[in-house]
């Protein structure tokens, strides 16, 4: 999981401006192992429907996947994205604290090509 920094306002899938620090820390892990590809898991809390809580994940694996091709120089087919929607979340959904903590993304660092299990 990125730093809290990382965390996206309630209901926006734009990174915020601290993120780039985050990321630029991603972007290292990569420069140092080249063999690997990246999987970007997006997440919400479960406010509001199934259905645009899935598509906000989406977008919130979109926008961190976009930053690392388009300003971190990362290979955009190294890259690959899932989205969960509220299915996992780390916290507690009943307060804000918590829901703060599962508007989030995921980075993990896979073998190349790997095959992505389902969760």
Same mark, same amino acid.
């Given at each position: 999981?990125?730093?809290?920094?990382? *965390?996206?306002?309630?209901?926006? =899938?734009? *990174?915020? %401006? &601290?993120?780039?620090? %985050?990321? =630029?820390?991603?972007?290292?892990?990569?420069?140092?192992?080249?063999?690997?590809?990246? *999987? $970007? &898991?997006? @997440?919400?809390?479960?406010?509001? =429907?199934?259905?645009?809580? *899935?598509?906000?994940?989406?977008? /919130?694996?979109?926008?961190?996947?976009?930053?690392? %091709? @388009?300003?971190?120089?990362?290979?955009?087919?190294? $890259?690959?994205?899932?989205?969960?929607?509220? /299915?996992?979340? $780390?916290?507690?959904?009943?307060? &804000?604290?918590?829901?703060?903590?599962? /508007?989030?993304?995921?980075?993990?660092?896979?073998? /190349?090509?790997?095959? $992505?299990?389902?969760?």
């Amino acid at each position: 999981m990125l730093p809290s920094s990382v *965390l996206f306002e309630r209901g926006d =899938s734009n *990174l915020k %401006a &601290e993120a780039t620090e %985050a990321l =630029s820390i991603v972007q290292d892990i990569y420069n140092k192992s080249k063999n690997k590809d990246i *999987l $970007i &898991e997006g @997440h919400t809390y479960n406010l509001g =429907s199934p259905e645009y809580n *899935l598509e906000l994940s989406m977008k /919130r694996a979109r926008s961190v996947s976009d930053y690392l %091709a @388009h300003k971190m120089g990362i290979p955009a087919n190294r $890259i690959r994205i899932m989205y969960y929607g509220e /299915r996992f979340p $780390i916290a507690s959904n009943s307060t &804000e604290e918590g829901r703060a903590r599962n /508007r989030r993304v995921s980075v993990r660092f896979l073998p /190349r090509k790997a095959k $992505i299990a389902q969760k």
